[in-house]
């Protein structure tokens, strides 16, 4: 999904004046990248500064350890749902795309046992009864809690308030994947596919209206973005927030493209890393015309909102009745140390994002702008069974289902103050699939915030 590329070609041939971009002062080309990425960032109290030092060297390490662990490395995808908008018939032609699902044996029993208990569905299939038996033998070391809190995460997992167009995972097209496997990083999948894709996202699913246009639209009406921003700022802030969120996202995808570029290609060995040109092509503030430092301050964004949630949905995760059921109880008690630890430190952060602004007006009002914005995430969310490449597709959908899910808690957050400490949590819940999108979400963007102190160091000895 990288339609920063297809946006430079619309542009014409700034990108090939690329090389030619004046040097050396005023606009180094760290500077150029980075120096309105500096100081408060809008609609909160927070500066890019201790966001760094905060993720870089304290979260970010923890994060990883944690997301390299069984519970977290398997996630379930439907990758094979037609697209509900247009007719698709972009078989992914590009090796880099693929996705290795896992054979079934290697994802650890504890997990895949749990997947059949979520479904009352399949437990009326009789076939699929007979496999939840075999499966079965695991769980018979679980204590009665446990099995009964693992019973009622079934009860949770249609609610109506997800904010995601959730996979039926026991589809027999699910599958489950490494995700330490199928990295996100370079696939080639650009051009207009992946620019069709966001299009669609910022054109319909954003709140714009259509004859606002978009900066760095090519032809009639590019007013560098002028009316956009007027637009923008006159939104309420949730609005704002949405666009946002999204245009985090997407900074962050292509951050990451940029930083596990595909560099050599040969017979005997592929290289993968960062890519200077690539990175400036989408965040350089003069290719850009002052885009790109704009994306880079709503990554940040998008990185406070979900560091919010994480540190709001401790009390979920604190409570004794919530475990991993790997099948390895001593590793498991060593994950769910770990996972709190990362929430703990979430929760310590100092300048913490203050939601309590959103949604705050009238109460009829507010619940009618929650659902909306409820009702345009989810469409997101579909639009990525849209995406044509399949590694493109299986982050589009983990990283939707992420970033839902820490809405789902940020406008859950009475309900998480109601959990009991003991016994199952009927107000709230998550079930393992939102769980494992979350962190492995919210990892993207910390590792994105993580890159880019390595892109500035590289184009500081560039100038
Ligand atoms: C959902 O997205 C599609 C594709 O972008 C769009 O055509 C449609 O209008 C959107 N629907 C809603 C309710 O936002
Ligand atoms: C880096 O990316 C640019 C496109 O942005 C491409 O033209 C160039 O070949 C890439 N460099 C390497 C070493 O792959
Ligand atoms: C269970 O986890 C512990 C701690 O991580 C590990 O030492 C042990 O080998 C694991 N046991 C099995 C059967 O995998």
Redesign the pocket.
Known sequence: MAAGGALLRALGFAALLLPALPRGSPGSAERRCFCQVTGHLDDCTCDVETIDAFNNYKLFPRLNQLLESDYFRYYKVNLKKPCP?WNDNSHCGIRDCAVKPCPSDEVPDGIRSAGYKYSEEANSRAEECEEANRLGAVDESLSKETQQAVLQWTWHDDSSDSFCEADDIHSPDAEYVDLLLNPERYTGYKGPDAWKIWN??Y???CFKPQNVKRPLTSGRGDDGGQMFYKWLKGVCVEKRAFYRLISGLHASINIHLSARYLLQDTWSEKKWGPNVTEFQQRFDEVVTRGEGPRRLKNLYFLYLIELRALSKVLPFFERPGFQLYTGNQSHDAEIKNLLLEVLHLAKSFPLHFDENSFFAGNKKEAAKLKEEVR??FK?IS??MDCVGCFKCRLWGKLQTQGLGTALKILFSESLIEKIPESGPSYGFQLTRQEIVALFNAFGRISTSVRELENFRAILRTMR
């Open positions: 908008f669609s996202i054109e319909e699913n009702l345009h469409n579909k639009i």
